[in-house]
């Protein structure tokens, strides 16, 4: 069985200045043999976490009804640990 971990939210208060990024790989290094998983609604983040190793699972597609009809895509995406990514 493989452990898993779930990195709920990452937030930093400055961007561009890195602490989103030592953010995701201080908790990658802390969990080496565990996959991650994270959710994001942001394309852009999207390609962010690719950065770090993050693929995309699945896309759920949501439209939001009321005073307001839009259409909003979540990504569901994992980081495989190492020895997983070698089988």
Excluded: I
Excluded at 13 to 33: K, Y
């Amino acid at each position: 069985s493989t452990p898993a971990t779930h990195l709920w939210m990452v937030g930093v208060t400055q961007r561009g200045r890195g602490g989103g990024s030592r953010l995701v790989q201080h908790v990658l290094a802390q969990w080496p043999d565990a996959l991650t998983y994270l959710e994001t609604d942001s394309a852009a983040k999207v390609a962010w976490y690719r950065r770090f190793g993050f693929a995309v699972r699945s896309e759920c597609h949501a439209v939001e009804q009321g005073n307001e009809q839009r259409s909003e895509t979540l990504y569901a995406m994992v980081h495989e640990p190492a020895a997983l990514r070698e089988r």
